[in-house]
DNA sequence: GTCCTTCCTCAAGTAAGGTTTAGGTCAAGG
DNA sequence: CCTTGACCTAAACCTTACTTGAGGAAGGAC
């Protein structure tokens, strides 16, 4: 059966129940360019140690909240022709620290904020911290907002009368 | 113009402006329960100041990473058919404060294991601290593991001859 | 009466990250 | 020889959170 570990190489099954990956996502992954298996002569992938420490490094950086674009850049970053080392892993692991340094900074700030507003209870557009759109630091996600650089505050400012006056829940 | 305030009721533009949501986002919102404005005669949504709201706190909770549907049962809390009050407001705070925690905990954790890991460059499924799947609570989305309860460490174990033997870099 | 703006609905498109399905190939075992 | 199990491809489908486009109607301004 092509189950096991063979002459040199190691079929894309191994490497799923090795991973804990499916199939189909370990294929998806060669197509966004994450491996880059072999092929044998009847056209079957033909995985090598390196490709599953690849797929390792996949799952725990998604682990870490980055998106396959991300990884495949980090990846990208790895000497092509020669298996990885120890020093480029540690390369990688260090920029990912950095990036939890950050998204944890974030929270932090945002948690601060949140700790004002219990018991202020405003939800005002004008004076929430937490809804202020000043301290993109702290975005999480990209959200419904108008993605053409188009402001909603600028483009407030130019239309005259509506001007509105504060929307706290206290009026 | 439709644009101002009038009578006894907000034109969706005008919360557009106000909020800063893209008029489609509110619709799309109000399509999904998030908020339930009432109709003029010609079939307009006309918005109340609770609706800004509710709306408001939409863009808010989505910055602290909630999804739409946490976000709506957030929401379907609130008492129906009074507008809520601070105290109300008060307790979604709560809600969220607790989550950011988690969250905040969550990757402290992940961060700890990783600094464990900068220096080992091991990236071993058997040994890394950062994959090991038995953390759950660390977990920060779903990837592409097998949905259906299928364990692949189970999976393994019944399975003869393929027994992996550890796969660190160091070998 | 006509124009412009804002509004409406419904359908389809987008991006990420995969899964599912349909149809086909290859090597070993009985 | 024929079946079985693992593998292959291509394309369709899924979820979330929206945007975009087509085609149309209401209502104030001139």
Redesign the pocket.
């Known amino acids: ?3 096991s570990k063979n002459a040199r190489g ?7 129940e090795r991973t804990g ?10 197509e ?1 360019g994450l491996v880059s ?1 072999g ?8 995985f090598q140690r390196a490709d599953v420490r690849r797929l390792s490094f ?1 799952l725990i950086a ?1 682990r870490l909240g ?6 495949r850049a980090a990846l990208d970053a790895l000497p092509e022709g020669r298996t990885p080392t120890r020093d480029d892993w540690t390369r990688l692991a260090e920029g990912f620290r950095a990036r939890i340094d950050a998204r944890m900074a974030g929270l932090a700030a945002l948690r601060d904020k949140l700790d004002g507003c219990i018991g202020c209870g405003c939800l005002s557009l004008d004076r929430c911290a937490i809804y202020n759109p000043e301290d993109t630091a702290a975005r999480l ?8 650089g188009d402001s909603p505050r600028a483009a407030r400012d130019k ?1 005259g009368q509506g001007q509105p006056e504060g929307e706290g829940l206290d009026e």
């Open positions: 059966m092509g189950l190691l079929p894309i099954g191994w490497v799923a990956l499916s199939v189909s996502a370990i294929r998806f992954y060669e966004e298996p092929r044998d002569r009847g056209g079957r992938r033909v996949v998604q980055f998106g396959l674009a991300e990884i996600g990209e959200g419904p907002r108008y993605v053409m239309g």
